[in-house]
């Protein structure tokens, strides 16, 4: 199989399905990941445009943290280009790389990886600060995403004294707070219960159609992702199949 058997998908007036190609927002082209012999990924060829949700699936490692890792610039292939915008991530130097995937970039994880000894306010205004936000303006934009995702009441509290599906929201306002053109979650419900999962889902993908941000999300759970407008699946380092999910979860038909 090759990275460009792209099934063929009838044509669907209106967004987010119709892109043309000067609709790209972020693009691996012809990415390999080699670890020694072992090849991650074996030249896949992506774009993402915007606002679009994007689920990736495949076995246990068929390289879909790989590739999840390539496109928000955590690792550099060993083959090919990513380009946001059409500027290739490798032109970038480590530290304005870096910069980019703050200020750019959202991150949720299946275990929320916030900082134990601080309040949900400070570990959801933390990436800005990392990126020369002012305090301040930090602390405002969290409160407002916490807000946003119905948990501003719990914004002094500390992870350890929260519900897992609490903590995954302060995880996702955290994602949110700069407004990133892309979000990328990594089995965000994964460490779930079913409804808990439903829930985080739905506010993710209801945040980011607010936000207009992209979303590229992993999972194993084909629950998961009929959330999302699209499905990539992965196989052996390359692209399998690339389909349109008719009527997602949580947007009106
Ligand atoms: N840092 C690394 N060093 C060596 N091999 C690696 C490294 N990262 C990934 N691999 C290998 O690359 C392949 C793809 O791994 P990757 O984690 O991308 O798969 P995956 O589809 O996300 O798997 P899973 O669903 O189990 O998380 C695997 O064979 C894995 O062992």
């Known amino acids: ?22 609709d790209a927002l972020l693009e691996t082209r012809d990415i390999t990941v080699s670890y020694g ?4 990924l074996a030249g896949v060829s992506l774009t993402i445009h915007p606002r679009e949700t994007v689920a990736v699936m495949g076995p246990s490692g068929s390289g879909k943290s790989t590739l999840l890792h390539c496109l928000s ?24 790389r870096s910069r980019t995937r703050l ?7 299946q275990d929320h990886q916030l900082l134990p000894e ?14 020369g936000t002012p305090r301040g303006q930090a602390l ?22 929260m519900s897992g599906g609490q903590a995954q929201r302060v995880a996702i306002a955290r994602a949110m707070a700069g407004e990133p053109r892309v979000v990328f979650a990594d089995e965000p419900t994964g460490a779930l219960d079913q ?14 159609a607010r936000t207009g941000s992209a979303l590229v999300l992993v999972t194993h759970d084909p629950g998961v992702a009929r959330w999302c407008s699209r499905l990539v ?10 389909t349109l999910i008719e009527q997602p979860l949580g947007v009106d038909a």
Do not use: Y
């Not at 998908?9 to 987010?16: A, D, L, N, S, V």
């Open 195 to 208: 409804a808990t999962g439903h829930e985080v889902m739905q506010l993710l993908t209801a945040t980011t």
């Open 118 to 131: 601080l309040p949900a306010r400070e570990n959801v205004a933390l990436p800005q600060l990392l990126n």
């Open 37 to 40: 012999d072992a090849q991650a």
């Open 233 to 242: 699946e992965i196989r052996d380092g390359l692209i399998h199949r690339d």
């Open 140 to 161: 405002r934009a969290a409160d407002s995403a916490l807000e946003g995702l119905g948990i501003g009441h719990l914004r002094t509290r500390r992870p350890g004294d």
């Open 1 to 22: 199989m090759h990275s460009d058997d792209r099934t063929p998908i009838p044509p669907t007036p209106g967004p987010p399905h119709c892109h043309s190609p000067a």
């Open 73 to 96: 610039g955590i690792v550099t292939p060993t083959r090919g280009e990513v380009l946001l915008e059409d500027q290739p991530l490798s032109a970038l130097s480590d530290a304005k």
């Open 103 to 109: 200020r750019e970039f959202g991150f949720v994880f």
